[in-house]
């Protein structure tokens, strides 16, 4: 196996609206080595979230090719993407996506349940990534007895609470304040330093990308900088 996660080749993703077709992203080349931190940045409409939904394999590439861990995603039946999701990949959404009428433990435990985990280890492994997020007293309580923070920290064991070794988040701190959003980006570089994960996350906070390995900068559908 390479030292790449993942590898992007020449990826172009189409909408259609009406009768106009609009060019997401316009050809990306990418090379994402595992265990590392990276950032993609732009401003609103530069693609960035297109192109992340595409690694996660939640939307298909118009054009162009994706490898994970040197298998081709973009060849995958429905079924095999949708194993890859619950086994190697995790996902935090903008907007935390918990589900309103379940406890923090309980999100947790159905994204577990969804990965396959057996019933008897749910709890075990729900409450141990809510402890490591510094939330495990408040696991008994509804997202809407949680903070912004403590929401963002479920969100964020639930996403790895299945252990997977790639992170895919998308702006996970932008309804944070200065504050929590620092803690949450602690808490990515700790866990790619110390478990080997390997973290892609869009951003347009410039405050918090020195703790990226590396940064994509996109604009117009197109990476033009990498640091």
């Known amino acids: ?21 609009i060019h997401a992203v316009r050809g990306v080349n990418m090379e994402i ?3 590392t931190f990276n950032i993609l940045c732009g401003r609103s409409g530069s693609g960035k979230t297109t192109l992340l939904n595409m690694i996660a394999t939640v939307d298909p590439p118009t054009s ?10 973009t060849a995958m039946s429905s079924n095999e993407r949708d194993a890859l999701r619950r086994k190697k990949i995790g996902i935090i959404f903008q907007n935390t996506a918990l589900i ?10 159905f994204a ?6 057996k019933p008897g280890q749910r709890r075990t492994q729900a409450i141990e990534w809510l402890d490591m997020m510094g939330i495990k007293e408040r696991r008994n309580h ?21 252990e997977p070794v790639l992170l895919l988040a998308d702006e996970p ?6 504050r929590t959003s620092f803690v949450v980006i602690d808490m990515f570089r700790k866990l790619v330093d110390e478990r080997n994960l390997t973290i892609v996350m869009t951003t347009h906070d410039v405050n918090i ?19």
């Open 1 to 21: 196996m390479s030292d790449n996660i993942l590898r992007i080749e020449d990826v172009k993703r189409d909408f259609k609206r009406q009768s106009e077709v």
């Open 33 to 35: 080595k595992r265990g």
């Open 64 to 73: 162009g090719k994706i490898f994970f861990e040197d298998k081709e995603v």
């Open 100 to 109: 309103a009428q379940m406890s923090a433990l309980e999100n947790v435990e």
């Open 112 to 117: 577990l349940s969804v990965s396959g985990i």
């Open 142 to 162: 509804m997202p809407a007895e949680m903070s912004g923070g403590e929401q963002a920290r479920v969100a964020i064991g639930r996403a790895l609470a299945h």
């Open 173 to 178: 701190t932008s309804e944070l304040d200065t």
């Open 209 to 227: 990308m020195d703790a990226a390995d590396h940064i994509y900068t996109m604009e117009d559908g197109v990476i033009i900088d990498v640091k």
